[in-house]
């Protein structure tokens, strides 16, 4: 199987853990600890793309030193988002997340807005899997 021929709608996670612009802080933090995950995808009320809240932009919140049970997401959140769609191969998706350093990648539709995040650890399990000669 060629990583050419594999797209990301294949791959992607459809369980996605959103929040609006206005979602507080301090629970976009609640939610990443309850779900284990390093980001959280921000949406506008149509669920198209507004950016994205991971665990890097914490560390601003916490030197700035602004008052998490007051300040929303939108304050910190990324807006400069490096998107997939569900039509992209794999292997072009890996190379924009490598040269970036990106662990996660919204997959966005034209029309659905956001639809699925592909991350590194689902490109590795793909790769593993892919590589494994069947019996």
Known sequence: MNMDDVFVGQLMSTDL????????????????????????????SDNQLAGILTTTDFVSVVAERQPKDETPVKTYMTTDVITATAQDSVRDVADAMVEHGFHHMPVVDETEGVIGMIST???????????????
């Open 17 to 44: 853990h959103t929040v609006s612009p206005e979602t507080l802080v301090e629970e976009a933090a609640q939610k990443m600890l309850t779900n284990d995950i390093g980001s959280v995808v921000v949406v506008g």
């Open 121 to 135: 650890t689902d490109l590795t399990a793909y790769l593993s899997h892919a590589q494994t000669p069947s019996p």
